[in-house]
């Protein structure tokens, strides 16, 4: 499980960006975690996967604090940003063999795990190819396949289908089904509303660095859209 207790982030002293923020998120689950632009999606993600500081509170997975000890929680993890940045002088393969040795990925290990998402993502073909050369797409794929091949416990991805051509959103979108029957977490922001919708069981609104709502999808839309739902909440909140 991922736990979020009491997380408050502050830049400027006594300015909070998140105030006092708790979230659970179950094994199995796919979490949507949306907002309107500069609210605090991002600074959390960032939060969750060691870049930004905590002001207060901690990050848990797995009852692993993230604050007491950041390497065994990493450890369980893998983090998609919303603006992916390589090493644009190593090729896409030396990408991946980096990932996995970080990991400790055996050969066998990522020759099979590149193998599986560097097809489905239809990038093995490019793997040999410089990273600079690469279009905004392929570097997405990239680096989700660099996620899924070590197979963490935790997928933290922030706008994961930006950039992604319409058979790679379904593959992703399958993917991200399939880990969450395995027992995954999987822990995203996005903009597209009808996406996580039909995709994420559970769902967290921020507004103002606060949390309006949460918990699963069905409760919360009823018998309307996401998208109504959201524009109800925000503006009347």
């Known amino acids: 499980m991922l736990q979020i207790k009491n997380y408050s982030l502050e830049y400027i002293k006594d300015k909070r960006v998140i105030n006092n923020l708790n979230l659970s998120v179950r094994e199995g689950d796919i979490y949507a975690f949306v907002g309107r632009n500069g609210v605090g999606k991002t600074t959390t993600i960032k939060s969750i996967v060691g870049i930004n500081h905590i002001t207060e509170g901690d990050i848990l997975l797995d009852k692993v604090s993230i604050l007491k000890d950041p390497i065994k929680y990493k450890s369980k993890m893998a ?3 919303d603006n992916p940045i390589l090493y644009e002088h190593l090729t896409g393969i030396q990408y991946l063999n980096f ?3 970080i990991y400790e990925l055996t050969y ?18 490019d793997l040999n190819d410089l990273i600079s050369s690469y279009s905004h797409g392929m570097k997405q794929k990239l680096v989700l396949i660099a996620a899924f091949m070590h197979n963490p416990k935790l997928y933290v991805l922030d706008e994961p289908f930006v950039g992604l051509d319409p058979k790679s959103t379904f593959v992703l979108k399958e993917t991200l089904r399939e880990k969450a029957k395995e027992g995954k977490i999987i822990f995203f922001s996005t903009h597209v509303l009808d996406v996580a919708e039909k995709l994420c069981n559970r769902i967290a609104i ?5 949390l309006i709502v949460d918990g699963d999808m069905d409760r919360i839309i009823k018998d309307k859209t996401l998208e109504e739902t959201f524009m109800e909440l925000v503006e009347n909140e």
Do not use: H, S, T
Request: glycine share 4%.
């Open 79 to 81: 983090y998609v940003p």
């Open 99 to 101: 990932i996995a040795d």
């Open 108 to 125: 066998n290990e990522r020759e099979l795990a590149i193998k599986e998402y560097a097809n489905k993502f239809e990038l093995y073909d």
């Open 206 to 210: 921020i507004k103002d660095g606060k």
